[in-house]
């Protein structure tokens, strides 16, 4: 296996980021089959449980300082590994400081509120990890492809017209400039899959038993959409990488190097915080001394 040093590894990374401003095409700027050649599946395992003992550590700085919370958004389409990914990635971390929130179609009473609320109400406190599966992006997405689940949404007819896409995502923007100001700092990845490797995935789901209930019918009446999912994700991410909150565009179609992706990323997060255990002050290590010194001399009988 070629072995790579930090600043290779980032210069890797930053291939993946949606720089600010600029207008990406998914089919030409990135690649969905992109992976490390050299590294093998067993290796690429190995890797991953270093790298989660190391995220492991600073999740535990991160709840112990209680300042800061990080918001991981994950999008992806159908069979691109979200759920794999988060299962991997998070499976070292401590589950008291770990949140992850599936959204699915709006229930009833979410649809009684604006389209930012449930996700608001699902936020990560400080000192917590949330996972977002999916999320207000939705909204100007699988929304844009479907545009008559705007008219579940009970919209005013005047916000409904114009030019309501470019509406979200400015209030999207606004949105997580207000949560990076707040100390929840926002990490957006996709998981870029190619509709070849979706297309093998979803056959295996069909012929493993085990895989069966991974899979509906409308799963594969989906894919007759999948330029128009495409546009949507570029606009998408033309509009809304921003300095406080840019898309990571993560290769899908080799699972190893993306779960090893996707925990780098997280790692590196935390580690631009700074993030460090709290420091007692003199006259709480004087009464730590004096808890200690009552322990030391209790008999236990």
């Not at 916000?159 to 470019?166: A, D, M, T």
């Not at 809304?240 to 909150?245: G, L, N």
Request: aromatic fraction near 10%.
């Amino acid at each position: 296996m070629k072995k790579f040093n930090r600043k290779q590894v980032d210069d890797m990374m930053k291939e993946f980021v949606v720089k600010p401003g600029s207008k990406i095409s998914l089919k030409k700027d990135f690649d969905p089959s992109f992976h490390i050649e050299s590294l093998s599946k067993l290796e690429a395992a190995e890797l991953l449980k270093t790298g989660v003992l190391q995220l492991a550590k600073e999740q535990d700085k991160l709840y112990a300082q209680n300042t800061y919370a990080l918001l991981v958004v994950l999008q992806a389409l159908d069979a691109a590994g979200k759920d794999g990914t988060i299962k991997h990635v998070m499976s070292g971390v401590n589950p008291q400081g770990c949140n992850i929130t599936s959204f699915k179609a709006p229930s009833e009473e979410e649809l009684d509120h604006d389209y930012l609320w449930r996700c608001a109400c699902a936020l990560p406190a400080r000192g917590m990890i949330g996972i977002f599966n999916r999320s207000y992006y939705e909204e100007v997405l699988i929304a844009r492809v479907h545009p008559e689940i705007l008219g579940r949404q009970r919209l005013p007819g005047n916000i409904s017209k114009g030019n309501l896409w470019k509406r979200r995502y400015e209030e999207i923007n606004n949105f997580e400039k207000y949560l990076v100001n707040n100390g929840i700092v926002v990490l957006k990845i996709f998981l870029n899959v190619s509709k070849e490797e979706q297309k093998r995935r979803f056959l295996a789901r069909i012929e493993l038993p085990e895989k069966n209930w991974k899979f509906s019918i409308s799963d594969a009446k989906e894919r007759q959409y999948w330029k128009d999912y495409q546009q949507a994700y570029e606009d998408c991410f033309n509009q809304t990488s921003t300095d406080w909150a840019p898309w990571h565009i993560v290769p899908a179609d080799n699972k190893p190097f993306t779960r090893l992706a996707v925990g780098y990323l997280i790692q590196k997060k935390l580690e631009s915080l700074n993030l460090s255990y709290p420091q007692v002050d003199k006259t709480a290590r004087q009464l730590l001394q004096k808890a200690k010194a009552l322990l030391v001399s209790d008999s236990d009988k």
